[in-house]
């Protein structure tokens, strides 16, 4: 059984900084894309940012570029997502998704990702 186990979330203020993890196991963690996603209040759930299976590529959703960094150490069977320069737009609960699919890079949303952690929250004040 997969289980992806996020940490890192708390409140910060704006301009600030905050590191998720997510530490996965019941799957071969390397063969797998992963991603990270976010929902506020009253809105839909929206990808933050993917990475393929070695690091070799990544993507960012527009409003996380240039502040977001997405990485994986997968002899840890761990995912992170480095937070700068946060603003309360930020404010959600963040979650970390494995691809449907193992040994596949190609996504087009968050139904692509069959197994999800719980989440953690952030906050941002201003």
């Known amino acids: 059984q997969v289980q992806l186990v996020e940490s890192g979330g708390g409140l910060v203020q704006a301009g600030g900084s905050l590191r998720l993890s997510c530490i996965a196991s019941?799957?071969?963690?390397?063969?797998?894309?992963m991603g990270w996603f976010r929902q506020a209040p009253g809105k839909e759930r929206e990808l933050v940012a993917t990475i393929t299976r070695f690091g070799g590529s990544t993507y960012y959703a527009d409003s996380v570029t240039g502040r977001f960094t997405i990485s994986r150490d997968n002899a840890k069977n761990t995912l992170h997502l480095q937070m700068n320069s946060l603003s309360p737009e930020d404010t959600a609960v963040y979650y970390c998704?494995?691809?449907?699919?193992?040994?596949?890079?190609?996504?087009?949303?968050?139904?692509?990702?069959?197994?999800w952690g719980q989440g953690t929250q952030v906050t941002v004040s201003s």
């Open positions: 998704a494995a691809h449907r699919k193992s040994y596949t890079s190609i996504w087009s949303g968050p139904g692509d990702f069959g197994s």
């Open positions: 019941g799957l071969t963690f390397s063969n797998y894309l």
